[in-house]
């Protein structure tokens, strides 16, 4: 239990899982650089003691694998999942009331505690400026909060039992934003703190609201926990710290006596400043739009404050752990909300909100001789309409005929997918609809489609173990990759419009059927890298999930409209980059240069393995 970021960043460093950089790092690239290398490396916590131009002290990688996040929250962790437990299923409590009592005391004892001073005690104030002004990647539009705890009340029922802490980005400076009265404030339409603006601005006033940054661990990951409905993110910080959430009030203003940096301002009704590009977990940069702009009111720092951040990019990053931890914490949450469930999987590598894979049940259809899915597609309405899965794109479920199936070993799981895929009958869109904000393969922001691909029953083929003969001598179309078994990519020409693509995947279409249908390939892949996409199930997994719009990239070999319904032979998604896509993150060389020297003898880092 750690009072403070300090006593666990002593506490890592004690016990050998953090490093000091002693070396004056540029928070322009050069700190992020050194993150992502470090991460990939599978290394430790890293605390920079010398950033450039700022006297505050930066720490990253501190939740960097599931085994580190374990040992923060050693004291804690099964008390929390307990508590969490309870609270997703209430009647557990009833049956074993003895056992569960000391979770019941622990959650009470977690409640937020309000602190009487008057002035902000313990810290000083100061200006955005003065804060360490990190910048990810190179084509970023300034310097970026990654780990904030925005802070909202209820403009109809203030108070902290009533408000909202979510992890939403925040831009520091760059683009139109006065320096240091002005910051961007990045959210999805759909989080907490978007429901308290649209109240305060049908009010006609400001919502007030306040950035913590720092404090104990469990304060940063409440900003990002999908809790139990009745349990706030505030009770849970100070649940999993051991320590209660200890605040004040100045100006109107909550701050966190606990947090190492405060910044308080307003977001006033329809004052929106264009926010972006960022660098984000998706593996690509968001474009720029229009975001609210945050009047900044005051800065606070503690004398001693230190800077927590991470850095997101194409899957595997620190935010892969994240997950992990809030995957053990909550446990299968949806598997309690929505009847039927047996598991849901994310797929990180697709960049988490783009795909999923699910396991559920099928009930609905035991005495036919043909069994089909039915409550799986139940299942799946549920799956799509709840929390952060509604963002999904794509949506392969099947129900649990065999106990070894496991969502989280992708290929099994796509195997068994293909085995028993029936394309005339098992593909079902949501057209004109919402996805994430953050997915550029759509028709516009927040905009595009989703589908569920449902398969269930008996194994109807056996998979092509090698590129099928098909793809011999077809046109304009080469280089021809199997993925897995039942999976083929094909590179075609550079895309254009939707229009030439249509044409395109006709002819890629007929020119397939020359040569007699082809059961045993029901999945093809038209790419602009077919090597690449064959290379790892990663990158097949990343490419064609966050660049394949299901209403517009999906087409068939002998496609056909039955009622409405659309089905086809061999489903055919094509994941080339479009125009409008935004583009993928790279790496500034000299700046990867210049960070080597960390890693060579004498440096801080010489012992890391630096992957770059």
């Known amino acids: 239990m750690y009072p403070t970021l300090e006593d666990c960043i002593n506490d890592l460093e004690k016990n050998g899982r953090l490093i000091r950089i002693k070396e004056e790092v540029d928070p322009h690239l050069e700190l992020a650089s050194i993150h992502m290398r470090v991460n990939a490396a599978g290394g430790p916590a890293l605390l920079f003691e010398n950033v450039k131009g700022s006297k505050y002290r930066a720490v990253s990688n501190l939740f960097g694998d599931l085994e580190r996040s374990e040992f923060i929250f050693r004291n804690t962790l099964e008390t929390t999942q307990r508590l969490i437990s309870l609270r997703s299923d209430p009647v557990a409590a009833l049956k074993q009331p003895i056992k569960n009592f000391s979770s019941g005391v622990a959650g009470s004892k977690a409640l937020p505690m309000k602190k009487k001073e008057k002035e902000v005690d313990g810290f000083d104030e100061i200006r955005i400026e003065d804060l360490p002004l990190i910048k990810h990647w190179p084509d970023d539009g300034g310097a970026f909060v990654t780990l904030p705890q925005v ?242 794109k794509f949506l392969f479920i099947t129900a649990e005929q065999e106990k070894t199936l496991d969502t989280h070993k992708e290929v099994e799981f796509l195997t068994y997918i293909m085995e028993r895929l029936d394309l005339h009958r098992d593909l079902h869109f949501y057209t004109n609809t919402t996805i994430d904000t953050l997915d550029y393969s759509g028709t516009g922001l927040n905009s595009g489609s989703k589908v569920v691909i449902a398969a269930y029953g008996d194994k109807r083929r056996e998979l092509c173990q ?5 793809f011999e001598q077809i046109d304009t179309f080469h280089n021809a990759r199997l993925v897995m078994p039942g999976m083929t990519a094909v590179q075609g020409p550079e895309f254009t419009t939707y229009e030439e693509a249509e044409k395109e995947t006709a002819e890629l279409s007929q020119s397939l059927l020359k040569n007699g249908k082809m059961p045993d390939c029901p999945i093809i892949i038209l790419c602009d890298d077919s090597t690449f996409i064959s290379e790892t199930i990663s990158n097949f997994m990343w490419a064609v999930f966050t660049r394949s719009n299901p209403s517009h990239d999906i087409h068939g070999v002998n496609s056909f409209y039955d009622h409405k319904h659309w089905g086809c032979d061999n489903m055919i998604i094509d994941a080339r980059i479009k125009p409008h896509h935004a583009p993928p993150l790279i790496a500034d060389p000299e700046v990867e240069k210049h960070v080597d020297r960390l890693f060579k003898d004498g440096g801080s880092l010489s012992h890391i393995s630096p992957q770059k």
């Open 466 to 470: 090698t590129v099928p003969v098909h």
């Open 151 to 392: 802070y909202s009340e209820d403009p109809e029922k203030p108070g902290i039992m009533n408000s909202n802490l979510g992890m939403y980005r925040v831009q520091l400076d760059g683009n139109d934003f006065e320096t240091n009265k002005e910051i961007g404030m990045h959210y999805q339409i759909h989080r907490g703190i978007g429901v308290h603006q649209e109240k305060a601005n049908r009010l006609g006033r400001p919502l007030k609201v306040s950035i913590f940054i720092g404090g104990p661990p469990s304060h940063t990951l409440s900003a990002v926990m999908p809790l139990p409905e009745g349990l706030s993110e505030m009770t849970f910080a100070g649940l999993l710290a051991g320590r209660r959430f200890r605040y004040t009030y100045a100006d109107g203003y909550c701050i966190s006596l606990d947090a190492d940096f405060v910044i308080t301002g307003e977001l006033h009704p329809q004052e929106t400043k264009p926010e972006g590009p960022f660098g984000d977990h998706l593996g690509y940069y968001s474009l720029v739009h229009e975001f609210p702009m945050m009047r900044v009111h005051k800065v606070y720092a503690k004398q001693q404050a230190i800077w927590p951040l991470t850095v997101v990019g194409r899957p595997p990053q620190e935010d892969t752990a994240f997950g992990d931890l809030i995957h053990k914490l909550t446990g299968d949450a949806l598997k309690e909300e929505i009847p039927g469930v047996k598991e849901v999987n994310a797929v990180d590598a697709a960049g988490v909100h783009p795909l999923l894979f699910a396991i559920g049940s099928e009930r609905y259809t035991p005495f036919q001789d043909v069994q089909r899915p039915a409550e799986l597609l139940t299942i799946a309405n549920r799956i799509l309409g709840t929390g952060h899965v509604s963002l999904a």
